[in-house]
């Protein structure tokens, strides 16, 4: 007797749950309504939430004002003494106090990718390669575009020799190798 009940009740528990992954609306089935609104509602939605999602990224890429004071310290090996460079940077072009061995490029990196120098936190679920790209290591302090800048750099796995290879041009050194 039983199985006469549950066969007819797993056919149509099988046929709601159908129903509700097509993102048809069933009249009276509140999680396909919700579902259907989300699906729509980017088409009707995306122009107004669009330019905002995307002025976000467009903003932390885009150029910026090219105005830098920066302290940059570089140890090129653990034998070797620290070299302090100062970079000061205006409109993306560099000032007669700058000290930096390639001060002008540097200055163009900020005007360029203001952001090179407040990367994102490293994330927990990516993997970096374990590959050592040599003992140098650098600190910069300072301010880009009046936002304070307080990062370090250093050459010890994969991920953090790409940042420092985006970074080079303003650390003033390629890492020793």
Excluded at 161 to 169: V, Y
Aim: hydrophobic share 35%; aromatic share 2%; glycine share 8%.
């Amino acid at each position: 007797m039983r199985m006469r009940f549950v066969r007819p009740l797993l056919a149509v528990l099988a046929v709601a749950g159908l129903a509700a992954c097509s993102g048809t609306p069933t009249p009276g089935a509140t999680g396909s309504a919700s579902q259907a609104p989300s699906s729509s509602a980017p088409s009707s939605s995306s122009p107004s939430s669009s330019p905002s999602s995307s002025a976000t990224p467009s903003a932390s890429t885009a150029t910026g004002a090219g105005s830098a004071e920066l302290s940059i310290t570089l140890v090129e090996s653990p034998e070797a003494a620290p070299q302090t460079f100062t970079l000061v940077c205006a409109d993306g072009v560099p000032a007669a106090e700058s000290n930096h061995p390639t001060a002008a490029e540097a200055c163009t990196s900020i005007k360029n990718s203001p952001a090179i120098l407040s990367p994102a936190p490293p994330r927990t679920d990516l993997m970096c390669t374990q590959q050592n790209g040599g003992p140098a290591t650098a600190k910069v302090t300072g301010a880009v575009d009046g936002k304070e800048v307080t990062a370090a750099f250093s050459r010890t796995d994969g991920c953090q020799i790409a940042l420092w290879d985006a970074a080079k041009s303003i650390l003033g050194s390629d890492g020793g190798l």
